[in-house]
């Protein structure tokens, strides 16, 4: 016989359980399907014990399953495609992704000082400080209200500190 679990800490688990099933449904009626796939997996894997929850969860995961097989992928194919779709996959954090279509887009139109600070605040958020800086440095230089934007922007939380960072925001009067 094992040893029984004290009430309140099933009831947390159970209500653990339930928060993840909420957030895997949130997604799902966004039709955020890769996400709701994500979330009803690791309500399966993390809570086995709830049966009639990890059951429901098989089944949303299927209609998951089926709506990408239907959908199909997205191929950008021009300027703005490439831009909209790499901010697009920025903002779902997947910076690594974005950058590949931020590249692309670059390809198109190297001096676009959108592109160049895209590019800059998503190599900032990879963590791929070069490539951020490099690409800072020539969107100021396309466009020097980029600087007062990168000032206040999150996405370069990480660089702060940086002095190339703080000699491309703060240049020095001449």
Known sequence: MSPRKPAAQV???SQQALDAFEKAMKALGKHDYERAREHFDALMAGFPEELDL???ARSYRAVCERALEKRPAFRPKTFEEFLHHGVYLH???EYEEALKFLRQAAEIHPRNEHVLYCTAATAARAGDSATALKSLRQAVSASPASRAQARQDPDFESLREDEEYLSIIYPKAS
């Open 54 to 56: 990890v059951e429901r």
């Open 11 to 13: 009831d947390r688990r």
């Open 91 to 93: 903002n779902r954090g």
